[in-house]
Structure formats: structure tokens, C-alpha cells
């Protein structure tokens, strides 16, 4: 048997050990630290009957390594943000296709200012950015720089945990404050501090693949966020673009200048891009799946989904030049859900009132019992996500203005 090491299998990459288990593939499944968030671990809470084995990282590689060596690993892959350096770092040392040219490069998706500055070497356009340790510095560069809007976050989380937008220069060292020597939701010490010129103008992310340092682009999506009741964007949906959209050529093409300056080789990457009068900018890319998919909803839309064609590409089922975009059918919403208020929830009450929505294909929340729910101010503290489908666009409009309206209305507060 074929066996395949999965690095933290949680969010979107708690799919892929099932999806490779079709392929006639086992999984070892490779969890980062022995400490990890509930946020993460609660998508992937025991071994399924895929996984033949389980490690936790306990900070002695060679004993990691030697033990995937005596399953015959021959791929490593991260399920998710807080598994990529380590996958990196085994695939190197096992000798299996490289997530990036070499562990330094695979650094450069996590370290949010070493990205800008690889990304900027190799042209391409990102906002005015800096990497402080203290308010002083922070505030020196907006005088400098005279740069009044900007996005504060840490340099390594996931996310939108710990971005602040901030208007005004006290804001900003107020959220540097909140955020600066601190651990994030992947457990990390926020020892830096990014701050990054707000630029104002349409979003989009892009799934690809590589393979080889080859990259295609499968999904590109346009995305909304809004601002939570404490300042923070946070997400609120997301559509997919069609293929034959100009734009979306253009985004898959910028999307690959980008992955090659970053020194990416194999496997899924997350890309994240804002365009401003025409101009794209990269905000940020990660070399792991998009989080929070559900990979069965976008292939009954769209044909496929990039955990199908990242184990297709790995086992050889399909070549990189077989691979293309794929194209919606029908009308597509990601919608996050979004708390108000804080209250005590019954989750039988919201998956009802969801439920009444005709165009909710799949309904995934974030807890499975009674909960107290606090304001959504970032991705871990929304109650979930909703996928709104239909031929019909109008349906999916109004669904979602109806979602938006029972949030307001008090859905998450089922006990007073």
C-alpha cells in the first residue's frame, strides 16, 4: 500500500485522508504540536479508519522522520495552515516531492513580511508594509511612510485572527498593543507585528495546484467581508467566478508569478488578492488547501475541488496538463455565519431555522452541543458556514438576505 503523511488533517484537510484512501493510499496522520487549538482539532477529533497511525510532534525531528521512514511515507503534505512548515521540513529530509524548493522558501508562507519582501524582489506589486516590535516603530512608519489606513495582524496566524483595520495611527498602537506579544489560534508568540497600507478595492482568493513547479489555477472566488461591531473584518460570503471571466484568467496568471516567487512546488495553495484600479496586489498566499470547504458542495457545482485534484496530481491519476479551472453551475454563496450577540445556543434550533432556507445545500456549524457563543470578530469565532445553491440567482439573493435578517433577529440566542 501506497502511504501518505498528513500534517495536521484538520479544517479542508480532514477530507484528504479519505479522498486518498479511494486511490488505495493509507494515512499517517502528523499533528504539529501536542498542543494544538480545539478550533482545529475538533474537525479531526479521532482516527478515522483510514489512518493506520498517529504522531504528535513532541520536538525531536529525527525520531519523527525515522518513524514515517518505517511506514514507507512517500508524500507529505499540510492539511492545514499550522502543518506547512513542518510538512516542508519532512518532505525535504524523506526525499518526497517538496512542497517548496526548500524549507527556507516554505517559511516565506508563513512569515507574512518575509512573503511581501520575496514577492516584492520578484516584482510583483504588494501594499506598503513594514514588520514592527513596538509601537514607536509603528508609529515612525506611518508618519514616514504618511500612510493614515492601515491592516495591523500578526505575522504568522491564520485567518483573520488578530487583523485590525485602523484609520488613525493611535488605533493602530492600540491594536498592536492587543495583539503584540501574545500567543494566536495556531499557538504561535506574536513576537512581530505586520503592518500593511489598506488598500481599498475588490478581493479575491485563488485554490490552485503545483506539481513540479507547475501551477494551475482551479477556483477563483470573489469575496466579501464586513466589519464586526469591534472594528475587525471579518468574512461574509464568498462566489466563484466563471472561467470564461477575463478576469479570472488574470488572476490564475498573477497567481502563478506569485507561487514562483515564493519557490512553490507541490501541492495546494491558497491565494489571496486585492485589485485596485485595475492593479492586483498580493495580500497574502498560503501553501495548504482553503480552509473551511467543503469539497463535496463545490464538486457537485463545479466538477471537482482542489482536495480532488491535489490527490489526483499526487497519485497520477491526472497530469498537470489535464487540469483546468473548474466552472460553476448555477449560482454558488459561501455565506460565514455571523454572531451578533453573545447568548446560549441550541444547535438543533439553528440547523432548523437554516434548514427552512431552500437553497442551503450544506450547513456545517461549529458546535454540535448547547454553547455559549460569543460576537463573531474573526474565522474562529463564527458559528460556521452555510452554502447556498441554486440555477436560479435570485434564490440564492434572497436566501441570504433572509440568513442575514435571522442573525439580526436573535437566531444564535435560543435561550434568553
Known sequence: MFKVAIVDAYSTGRYLVPEFAKHGYGAVHIKSSRELP?????????????????????????????????????????????????????????????????????????????????????????????????????RSWMTRTEVNRVVVKPTASAGTDGVQVCNTVDEAVAAFSRIYGLRNLLGILNDQVVIQEYVDGTEFFVNSVSHRGRHKALEVWRYSKTFSGEGAKVYDFEEPLRRSDPLSRELGQFTARVLDALGMENGPAHTEIMMRDGVFYLIESAARLGGSVLPSVVEGSMGASQVSTTVELVVGAKQIDEVS??????????????????????????????????????????????????????????????????????IVERDYARLREMEREGLYNTFE
Not at 520536538?59 to 499550522?82: C, I, K, M, Q, Y
Not at 460553476?328 to 444547535?347: F, M, N, T
Not at 450547513?363 to 470578530?377: A, P
Open 38 to 138: 480545539s478550533f482545529l482539532t475538533d474537525s479531526f477529533p479521532t482516527l478515522s479508519r483510514e489512518t493506520l497511525a498517529e504522531y504528535p510532534f513532541d520536538g525531536n525531528f529525527d525520531a519523527l522522520a525515522d518513524r514515517l521512514r518505517e511506514h514507507e511515507v512517500s508524500v507529505v503534505l499540510p492539511g492545514t495552515e499550522s502543518g506547512v512548515a513542518l510538512a516542508a521540513r519532512l518532505s525535504e529530509t524523506l526525499g518526497t516531492p517538496r512542497l517548496a524548493i526548500g524549507s527556507d522558501d516554505a517559511v516565506q508562507f508563513r512569515d507574512k513580511g518575509r512573503m511581501a519582501g520575496a514577492a516584492e524582489n520578484h516584482g510583483i506589486q504588494v501594499p506598503k508594509w513594514a514588520v514592527v516590535t513596538s509601537a514607536s516603530q509603528l
Open 325 to 394: 479551472q473548474s466552472e460553476p453551475s448555477g449560482a454558488l454563496r459561501y455565506v460565514s455565519l455571523i454572531c451578533h450577540d453573545e447568548g446560549e445556543v441550541d444547535p438543533r434550533h439553528v440547523l432548523s431555522r437554516l434548514h427552512q432556507l431552500p437553497s442551503a445545500r450544506s450547513i456545517n456549524l461549529g458546535f454540535s452541543e448547547r454553547t455559549h457563543l460569543r460576537r463573531t470578530r474573526d474565522s474562529a469565532t463564527s458559528p460556521g458556514v452555510v452554502y447556498l445553491a441554486a440555477d436560479d440567482p435570485h
